[in-house]
């Protein structure tokens, strides 16, 4: 099919009908409540018809419930209706409030697949990833999702260090993307970790998620094949009575010091800049992904005191056990009544902090997983943990080096795969993800 038949038909016919409202609303990038704005601007849609038949029809269902909705149609929920839009100055998917479902792939290229052949994959996969985020229905769609709005659905994009000399542009290289050095303890499965193109799938809604993976897998078919895949979870937005940091699986508020997008500082820790280098990932982002499995059963074995001494921050609302609330600044001097650190030394939160790494500063935006028992009965559980930084080597690394030499955190943890990708910045209508660097 030609760029210009797919060009018009993934533009053709919406999942959804078109709004009949636009409302812009604000979500900060991890938890609901963890502050701050969005750099890009999220769409409230409401719409009628078919894609709210659906909904509508979930009390009542069967043919009267049919009749009564052909004539009386509902909108779309506010959960259905949230578009995050796909093109930008950045991906989406990297400030953005973490959705409830995500996917995380990497795709090796196959044999033959030259830079021409991949500029076509990062157009098809632009091109669907624009239409399905708008709840537009993209060419090779299996129709999963088809009563679904785009439920605030992102899709990010990223190159490997494999995938740039595989196409050659080795000379392209960021420095930034060196590999990441090995890490004491860490247990690495090769065959889950790495790769040359990476996908990050988000969207409040199961379905909406799954089909955009199937819609992305389909259209890689002769340019690439998935090399590993990993899925997780957060909260359902609007689960809580209000807006609440997200929890992990340990129990923990997680999020609460992330930094917060429009503050000062944000972006030069979180994007490359204009005018950095190389030019083609100005606007772009370097992403850690790691799977870290949690031994949940020894930690739950804890007294809730020791597990607050593990992290420094209390459990039942993430206080730091330095006082105050929440939103309280950690103080890491600060002693209790014994003279002893308020914070342990060895705290997670002592260990992670800027102030403990020169400033080292990256947004976490992860997902938890729960893959169910491994061999001997244990939870196949944990993070997937996923940071965003302006550059990995003063960032994710140089707080992993020191997180792996004194964390209490370490011992429940075990972290089983490991990829770093150069995610560019966003693209315009007429372009696509990485057109900076295959058409440069
Ligand atoms: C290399 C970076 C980090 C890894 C790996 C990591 C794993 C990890 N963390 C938690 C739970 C929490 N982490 C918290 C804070 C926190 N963690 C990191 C970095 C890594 N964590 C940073 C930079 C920070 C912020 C430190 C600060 O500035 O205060 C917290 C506290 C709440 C919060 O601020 O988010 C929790 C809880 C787990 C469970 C985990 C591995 C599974
Ligand atoms: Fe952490």
């Not at 719409?47 to 779309?76: E, I, N, Q, Y």
């Not at 004491?184 to 090769?190: I, N, S, V």
């Not at 500082?265 to 083609?280: I, K």
């Not at 972290?415 to 295959?438: K, Q, T």
Request: charge should be neutral.
């Amino acid at each position: 099919m030609s760029e210009k038949k797919r060009t018009a038909s993934t533009r053709g016919k919406p999942r959804t009908p078109a709004p009949s409202a636009t409302t812009p609303a604000t979500a900060p990038a991890t938890g609901e409540g963890g502050g701050g704005g969005l750099s890009r601007r999220r769409l409230l849609t409401t719409g009628g018809a078919a894609g709210a038949v659906g909904l509508a029809l979930g009390a009542t269902g069967g043919a009267v419930g049919h009749a009564v909705a052909a004539d009386s149609p509902a909108p779309l929920t506010g959960l259905g209706a949230t578009a995050v839009p796909f093109h930008g100055v950045h991906q989406a998917g990297i400030t953005d409030r973490a959705q409830a479902h995500g996917h995380l792939l990497a795709f090796d290229l196959l044999p033959g697949t030259d830079r021409r052949g991949a500029a076509a994959l990062m157009r098809r996969w632009s091109q669907a990833a624009a239409a399905m985020t708008a709840g537009r229905s993209p060419d090779g769609d299996t129709q999963a999702a088809l009563d679904a709005g785009p439920s605030s659905l992102t899709v990010t994009f990223g190159f490997g260090r494999s995938f740039l000399t595989a196409v050659g542009l080795a000379d392209r290289v960021p420095e930034a993307l060196e590999p990441l050095p090995a890490f004491a303890d860490e247990e690495l499965d090769r065959a889950r970790s790495d790769g040359d193109l990476f996908v990050q799938v988000g969207a409040d809604d199961a379905l909406v998620a799954h089909n955009a993976v199937r819609v992305l897998r389909r259209l890689a078919a002769e340019a690439a094949r998935p090399r590993w895949q990993m899925t997780g979870f957060n909260r359902s937005p609007g689960a809580t009575a209000r807006p609440m940091t997200a929890r992990n699986l340990m129990g923990q508020i997680d999020g609460t010091n992330n930094p917060v997008p429009g503050e000062p500082g944000f972006d030069e820790a979180v994007f490359v800049p204009q005018g950095g280098e190389p030019a083609w990932m100005a606007g772009g982002s370097y992403v850690v992904v790691r799977r870290i499995r949690m031994l949940l059963d020894n930690w739950e074995n804890l007294s809730v005191e020791r597990q607050e001494r593990v992290i420094g921050r209390r459990k039942s609302d993430g206080a730091p056990l330095s006082g105050g609330d929440e939103r309280t600044p950690v103080d890491l001097g600060a002693r209790g009544a014994d003279g002893a650190l308020a914070i342990a030394g060895d705290a997670h939160v002592r260990v992670a902090a800027p102030e403990s790494n020169s400033g080292a500063t990256m947004l976490r935006r992860g997902f938890s997983y729960a893959d169910g028992l491994r061999e001997d009965g244990a939870p196949d559980a944990g993070l997937l943990f996923v940071a965003w930084q302006a550059d990995p080597r003063t960032a994710f690394t140089r707080v992993q080096l020191k997180l792996s030499r004194g964390d209490a955190l370490s011992q429940f943890v075990r972290h089983e795969a490991s990829a770093l990708f150069a995610v560019p910045g966003g693209c315009d209508p007429d372009g696509y993800v990485g057109d900076r660097l295959l058409e440069g």
